[in-house]
């Protein structure tokens, strides 16, 4: 079994210490009068202070914000209900329409009409388009 030295030195045999990388001759012999001169050229931009937000719109912002977030819950809620509104009204008229066929005189009266007749009873109380 080989100990833990001569499993370093075997998977350490063919690396080199040395970087690949060099830095180009006389790349530090000027270095700090390059520096300096871009130093001046930053410094010669004259400082801005950053603008302050509009007051107003840091309060009204927020007034804002909850203003859609009722209106978001108001239209969900509006199209959560008004299927089952409508649903209510159809029932409500349905049961007029029972009361109506219990209702003797109307009996009477149904048993001289054809099938064009209920079709247009059906569109007068039904079909609201025309």
Known sequence: MKTQDENEKMLTEGWS????????????EDFTAKMEAKLDEVQQIPYK???????????????LYVAAMVAVIYGATYLIVQPRLDESARQAQLAQVEEMINDEEFVLLADDWDEDDVYE????MFCYNQ
């Open 17 to 28: 210490r040395r970087t690949p990388y060099k830095v180009p001759e006389g790349y530090f």
């Open 49 to 63: 202070a950053p603008s302050k937000p509009a007051v107003w719109w840091s309060y009204v912002k927020p007034v």
């Open 121 to 124: 009873l059906y569109d007068e």
